[in-house]
């Protein structure tokens, strides 16, 4: 529905094939100027070929695309560009050798690519920051930020450019939620002059709270659409995937008194004597969830470093009393600790490799896929088929290279690979990042069931509702220190919100 207003964007009868396969089927898609308009729908649906279209990285086998009234043809994504089109991917395209600064004018440098007028770049990135309300250090190199802060650069790169339609992918994956209502109130801010955003979610709250249209996708075609005020998230998710909201079923057994992991003046050196993590003192124990809240760049990806073997770190940690701290990752690893990763491109998966090599990654040194120096593929394959069937991990078999699968289903198998071996302690970030309804309760479940099983996690994630549904104690870092622990049952989003922005217990432990 247009409701008269101006139709920036109309695409029709779009049509996308891979081989036999059709990622998308005779599409229509409507975006009205000054609109927020949601695309939502299951891992594998053919969401984010869509939007590559639409951004000018993929080209449609059939149908047309139209901006303001006009058909078009984008044969590059410099053409969408011209057309004023931008869009930040889920997993972002960033230079991480380059400032933020460089990376932001990258191929528009003022004064071009060879004499760049280096210090209007600064201060043109540092106005752009301040007045949509993304802050970013413009010196800093982009390879030592943590997602979330590498998102606003990529969310700065596309505003640089005069974008009027700006395409986020999963924008709010690893953002807590005062950071996602600042990010849809700069958004809102850009729509207002007649701009548009297209969002892809699978939050299906922040998709009813920020939204004005939504579009819902299912197996390469549009089975619905919906207006929020006119509709619910269960409704949304039975369109999506004809799956309930995740429920965890509460636990019928307390944690045990066994300490699988404990750490003792954990801390991470950091540059001009700042310290990322300082003093961190914490116990996991056997059967127990333990979860991290905290604004991104308050030292969670340093715990996780630090405990993995990554960082370059003091203190002490002991695994079922053992001290690993001298043990490299690969030892720590050995020894029954899982990992996964908050970057699952970057530090989860191989694209380039075949699944039943990923399915061992991490572990391949080791038995029964490393016997003597031969490496056994039959076992790596094995282990690839079970992670497939187990977690529904849809788009190929144990010989599909793993850039075939959608970022979705990519994360079900890293989840799958890490459970396999039953691990004595999971260090998880952000689990369920980029998953549709169904498969996130299926992660849930696996993670419950596994902590059933006597498995201690330490569970890192931006999204509240899963701290809160899946952990037992919630631990709150704030500077990177700890300065709460709450137990989870009977927590508000709230409390845990104020010792995260630091309204509430300073930075001493409360």
């Known amino acids: 529905m247009t409701d008269g207003q101006e139709v920036l964007v109309r695409l029709s009868g779009i049509v996308k094939r891979f081989g036999t396969f059709v990622a998308n089927d005779r599409i229509d898609l409507t975006v009205r100027a000054g609109s927020v308009h949601a695309v939502v ?52 395209l960033l230079a991480p050798g380059l400032r933020v600064w460089e990376n932001i004018v990258l191929a528009g440098e003022p004064g071009g690519p060879v004499f760049i007028d280096s210090a209007r770049a600064r201060r043109e990135v540092t106005e752009l920051a301040g007045r949509t309300g993304f802050p970013v250090a413009v010196d800093a190199e982009v390879e030592t930020l943590g997602v979330g802060m590498r998102q606003r650069v990529e969310i700065l790169k596309v505003l640089y450019r005069d974008a009027r339609i700006i395409i986020l992918d999963e924008p709010t994956a690893v953002l807590v939620p005062a950071e996602a209502e600042a990010l849809f109130a700069a958004m809102r801010a850009f729509t207002a002059a007649g701009a548009a955003v297209i969002f892809i979610s699978h939050k299906l709250d ?70 990322p993590l300082a003093d961190v003192d914490l116990r996991v ?8 809240a905290g604004v991104e760049g308050n030292g969670q990806s340093e715990l996780l470093a630090a405990l993995i073997g990554r960082a370059d770190a003091t203190g002490t940690v002991l695994l079922d009393g053992d001290d690993v701290t001298a043990l490299s990752t690969v030892d720590r690893r050995a020894r029954g600790m899982g990992y996964i990763s908050e970057d699952r491109h970057r530090d989860g998966i191989v694209l380039p490799l075949a699944l039943r090599e990923n399915a061992v990654l991490g572990y391949q040194q080791l038995p029964p896929v490393r016997r003597g120096p031969w490496f056994r593929r039959a076992e790596a394959a094995r282990a690839a088929a079970e992670i497939i069937a187990a977690y529904d991990v849809r788009g190929g078999d144990a010989s599909t290279r793993a850039s075939a699968l959608s970022g979705g289903n990519q994360q079900k198998f890293i989840v799958g690979r890490e459970l396999l071996r039953e691990p004595r302690l999971l260090l998880a970030a952000h689990p369920t990042r980029g998953v549709d309804i169904g498969a996130q309760a299926a992660i849930w479940s696996e993670l419950v069931a596994a902590r059933d099983r006597g498995l201690a996690t330490l569970l890192v994630s931006a999204d509240l509702d899963e701290i809160l549904a899946l952990s037992d104690r919630v631990l709150v870092l704030h500077r990177g220190r700890i300065v709460a622990e709450i137990d989870a049952r009977g927590a508000d989003v709230g409390t845990i919100g104020e010792y995260m922005t630091g309204a509430r217990g300073g930075e001493a432990a409360a």
Not at 49 to 66: F, N, R
Not at 206 to 215: K, M, N, R
Not at 244 to 262: G, K, N
Not at 286 to 292: F, S
């Open 41 to 92: 729908g299951e891992n594998g649906a053919g969401k984010s070929t869509l939007m590559k279209i639409l951004s000018g990285e993929e080209s449609p086998d059939e149908g047309t695309i139209e901006i303001d009234g006009r058909a078009t043809v984008f044969r590059s994504p410099r053409d969408a560009q011209a057309a004023g089109i931008g869009i930040v991917h889920q997993h972002f």
């Open 285 to 292: 124990h056997a059967g127990e969830i333990v979860g991290i």
């Open 206 to 275: 922040e998709v009813l709270s920020f939204a004005d249209d939504i579009t819902v996708i299912r197996a390469g075609r549009v089975v619905g659409t919906a207006v929020p005020a006119e509709t619910t998230a269960p409704q949304l998710a039975r369109l999506m995937v004809k799956a309930e909201m995740p429920v965890v079923a509460p636990r019928d057994q307390p944690a045990s008194d066994r300490v699988v992991l404990e750490t003792r003046g954990l801390g991470v050196r950091g540059d001009d004597q700042v310290a």
